[in-house]
C-alpha cells in the first residue's frame, strides 16, 4: 500500500515527502514519543499515514485544500483503517482555526507561506513542541539562486529564505537544518 502510494505521487507528480526526509522524521517522532500531530499539507495521506504507523498511540489532524486530493488522502486512511487516528480537514490552512495542542506540527504545504503557518499554528503547538518545516531547499534552488529561472521560482526561493531568516532570528526559538529529503528545519523553543 505504502509502494502504491508512492508510485500514484510520483505518476501525478504529486509532491510527497522523499524517502530519507520522511524515514529522518519517523525516527524522530520514535525518539521524541510524539502522539500528537498537526500537518499542514495532506496531498493523498502518504505522510500523515507513514508517520501514524511509527505507533498506535499517535493521532494526527492534517490539513489539505485540494479536494481531489482531499478524498483520495480519506480513501487511503479508510483503506488502512486509520480513520480513527487520522482526522483529515478539508480547507485552506492560512484559515483554518485548529482547536488543541500538539507536541509537533509539520509543516509541509505552499513552499512560500510557511512563515504565515508557523506564525498561525503557533498558539497549537505544547510547550516543549516542535515545529518541522519540509522544503527548505527546493532542490538546491535556494542554495543556488542562479538555478531559479522563472519568475514563480524566484519569488519562492525569496520566500524560504525569507523563512530561514526568520526561524534564525526568532527570539523563542532555536532552529536546526538537516540536510535530508528536500532539507528540513526542526524549531524547538529556547528553554525546551
Ligand atoms: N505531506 C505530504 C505532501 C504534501 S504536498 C506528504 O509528504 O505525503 C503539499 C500539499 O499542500 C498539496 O497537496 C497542496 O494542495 C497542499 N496545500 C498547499 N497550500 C495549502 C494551504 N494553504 N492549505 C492546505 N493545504 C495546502
Ligand atoms: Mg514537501
Redesign the pocket.
Known amino acids: 500500500m505504502i509502494e502504491q502510494?508512492e508510485q500514484y505521487?510520483k505518476e501525478h507528480k504529486?509532491?510527497?515527502?522523499l524517502k530519507d526526509g520522511?524515514d529522518y522524521l519517523c525516527n524522530y517522532i520514535k525518539e521524541h514519543n510524539i502522539k500528537n500531530i498537526l500537518?499542514?499539507?495532506?496531498?493523498?495521506?502518504?505522510?500523515?499515514i507513514?508517520m501514524a504507523q511509527v505507533s498506535p498511540d499517535i493521532s494526527i489532524t492534517?490539513?489539505?485544500?485540494?479536494e481531489e486530493?482531499y478524498n483520495l488522502a480519506k480513501e487511503n486512511i479508510k483503506h488502512l483503517n486509520l480513520e480513527n487516528r487520522i482526522r483529515v480537514i478539508y480547507?485552506?490552512?492560512?484559515e483554518?482555526v485548529i482547536e488543541g495542542t500538539f507536541d509537533l506540527i509539520?509543516i509541509?504545504?505552499?513552499k512560500g507561506?510557511s512563515i504565515d503557518?508557523f506564525k498561525r499554528y503557533l498558539s497549537n503547538l505544547k510547550q516543549d513542541g516542535v515545529i518541522i518545516t519540509?522544503n527548505l531547499s527546493f532542490h538546491g534552488l535556494v542554495e543556488d539562486d542562479s538555478l531559479a529561472v522563472t519568475k514563480n521560482q524566484r519569488s519562492i526561493v525569496k520566500k524560504i529564505k525569507k523563512f530561514i531568516e526568520f526561524l534564525d532570528n526568532h527570539q523563542e526559538f532555536v532552529t536546526k537544518y538537516i540536510n535530508v529529503g528536500d532539507k528540513i528545519s526542526i524549531s524547538r523553543r529556547n528553554s525546551c
Open positions: 502510494l505521487a504529486i509532491p510527497i515527502m520522511i500537518e499542514i499539507g495532506t496531498a493523498i495521506g502518504y505522510s500523515a507513514r492534517t490539513i489539505e485544500k485540494d486530493r480547507g485552506d490552512a492560512l483554518t509539520f509541509d504545504a505552499s507561506h503557518f519540509d
